[in-house]
């Protein structure tokens, strides 16, 4: 009875969490389907192997092993890698259905629960991260941060250098950074525009 409510549970959870959030936010069809079949075999393998007395050790074993496989196919963000290592725990964790009964999918509805909160579009929708190549050396982090607000036209929160060269005169930076506010329509550019024609723009 437990495998079959964690097995239910798992169903229920990983389906809201690929499709009514993770695919919402991201709109990465492959990816969907890459959560589901991870979060199902891992489920099916952890519940064979509780069904064989394996135990835990042997289950947290196969966690740790497939938690350093690295996706080759194609690039992912670090947003996509949380929601693959979420899919993977959700399906070991109903896989083990530990008692009591409602354990596991509880713990899968926190999962699902933590990953939309923390990958909410109004959490820090301001704030980006960016490779930016500069055609000029700037060995003075006063003057490389004022050039890259000039050249983003944003507050720059925290740069790091990957390269100075000198001779090419190039400055290679990771930099985060905060977009300005959104202006009003009528205030873009510095022109006033009359009402009727703010209202046609919006």
Same mark, same amino acid.
């Given at each position: ?7 239910? +549970?798992? #169903?229920? &959870? ?13 709109? @990465? /069809?492959? %990816? !969907? ?75 899968? +509805?926190? #999962?699902? &629960? ?13 704030? @980006? /991260?960016? %490779? !930016? ?70």
């Amino acid at each position: 009875m437990n495998l079959l409510v964690a097995a239910i +549970a798992d #169903l229920i &959870a990983i389906s809201v969490l690929t499709f009514g959030v993770y695919y919402r936010r991201h709109f @990465r /069809r492959d %990816l !969907v389907l890459s959560y589901v079949a991870l979060n199902v075999g891992i489920m099916a393998v952890a519940g064979m192997l509780a069904g064989g007395g394996a135990g835990i050790g042997l289950g947290m074993g196969l966690f740790g092993i497939l938690s350093i496989i690295r996706l080759r196919s194609d690039a992912i963000t670090q947003e996509e890698v949380a929601y693959y290592f979420v899919s993977l725990a959700m399906g070991l964790v109903n896989g083990l259905h530990p008692d009591p009964i409602w354990v596991a999918p509880a713990i899968s +509805a926190g #999962l699902v &629960a933590v990953l939309f909160v923390a990958d909410h579009p109004r959490f820090a929708h301001r704030t @980006r /991260r960016q %490779l !930016v190549t500069l055609d000029r050396a700037y060995p003075q982090e006063p003057e490389l941060r004022a050039a890259l607000e000039r050249t983003l036209g944003a507050e720059v929160l925290h740069l790091s250098v990957n390269e100075l060269d000198l001779v090419r005169d190039l400055t290679i930076v990771d930099v985060r950074f905060r977009v300005a506010a959104r202006q009003p329509v009528a205030d873009l550019a510095g022109l006033r525009l009359p009402q009727r024609a703010v209202e046609q723009v919006r």
